[in-house]
């Protein structure tokens, strides 16, 4: 089946630890996005990418990393640097990254700090 | 002012009812609609694109009101399974995507 598949489903982050979030797209999309929601509130874009070996900041970037080595591949990095990592985060791709494309979500990935 | 606004609710309707949500968004310059349902803790669906000219799929309508800057969605002959939060999404500065908050619709029985 094609789709967006993100692991794991739940992480646990220790202080001072950093964790990397998976997000596998089978769609063949060129771009791929992570967001991060917090209860109550909207999505908030942390990284994009457009293009393989190309990524952009969202309007959250600081505290978070990504790379963007294989088309299929999009995985985010939550550093030490992100005090306040506990929220749910999303993974998105669109055919392109064009705004006219509606964008697909992967199933998420819950991260609590212990 | 934010950039997309919706009412929270809840909005607490029977079944078989028609209920409408409003969207408004500050980018003029917004190409781009979508309303996404979002169920308890998973990740948004898309729901349907909204048109210019309005359109509809089913017992959803959605219309675009681009001089007064909102776009809405009504829900016809309400079901239980409806019960979901509903997120407006339009295209901002930089044709990246911003969301709303996100409109809780409950369905009683």
């Known amino acids: 089946d094609g789709g967006i598949t993100q692991s794991p489903k739940y992480l646990f982050r220790k202080e001072g630890q950093n964790v990397t979030l998976s997000c596998e797209q089978n769609l063949n999309h060129d771009a791929m996005y992570w967001y991060r929601q917090d209860p109550g509130q909207g999505l908030r874009l942390i990284y994009y990418?457009?293009?393989?070996?190309?990524?952009q900041k969202g309007d959250i970037a600081e505290g978070y990393s990504v790379s963007r080595e294989k088309k299929e591949s999009f995985p985010l990095t939550v550093t030490s640097a992100q005090k306040n990592p506990t929220a749910f985060y999303l993974c998105?791709?669109?055919?392109?990254?064009?705004?006219?494309?509606?964008?697909?979500f992967g199933d998420g990935t819950r991260l609590s700090i212990l | 002012r934010k950039e997309v606004e919706q009412d929270p609710g809840p909005f607490n309707v029977p079944e078989g009812a028609t209920v409408a949500f409003n969207c408004t968004y500050s980018?003029?310059?917004?190409?781009?609609f979508f309303w996404y349902r979002q169920d308890c803790r998973k990740e948004p669906k898309l729901l349907m694109s909204?048109?210019?000219s309005g359109n509809e799929d089913g017992r959803f309508t959605a219309q675009l009101n681009r001089a007064s800057q909102y776009i809405s969605l009504l829900i016809r002959d309400s079901k239980l399974s409806d019960s979901a939060t509903y997120l407006c999404v339009v295209n901002g500065r930089g044709q990246n995507f911003v969301f709303g908050p996100g409109t809780r619709l409950s369905v009683l029985p």
């Open positions: 980018n003029s310059a917004s190409q781009s």
């Open positions: 990418s457009q293009i393989v070996n190309d990524f």
């Open positions: 909204v048109y210019s």
């Open positions: 998105a791709s669109s055919i392109s990254g064009h705004a006219n494309q509606p964008q697909h």
